[in-house]
């Protein structure tokens, strides 16, 4: 079981908004069938890292075809192969060790 962390950005775009790119990139996230979350700075999927590279490079190549002529994707792997493992399995085991009762922070830092 893999967890990757993607980060696909096209550069030199007309408008500063990427959140259409963004968007065709999830469509085909969401029709590979894999598990992910989407967060504001990128999106974690876990499963098959087969799978998973195959879905990022399609999702890489989606600006392509929207007309972009260049694109910057980022991705971080953790491939765990001596159990399986969830993003929250790594966020419960990190917060058992702290006094956090929730990964995020409300007070004013």
């Not at 490079?57 to 007309?67: L, N, T, V």
């Not at 765990?80 to 969830?86: C, G, I, V």
Request: net charge neutral; hydrophobic share 40%.
């Amino acid at each position: 079981m893999a967890i990757v962390e993607v980060s696909v950005v096209p550069l030199g775009t007309a408008n500063t908004s990427l959140s259409a790119y963004v968007a065709g990139a999830v469509e085909i996230l969401q029709a590979s069938g894999l598990s992910y979350e989407l967060t504001a700075m990128g999106t974690i999927i876990y499963g098959d890292l087969d799978r998973i590279l195959e879905t990022v490079r399609a999702m890489h190549e989606s600006c392509f075809q929207k007309g972009v002529h260049r694109v910057l994707t980022q991705i971080k792997i953790d491939d765990r192969r001596d159990r399986a493992s969830t993003p929250e399995d790594k966020v419960r085991s990190v917060l058992e060790k702290t006094k956090c009762s929730s990964s995020r922070r409300t007070e004013a830092v």
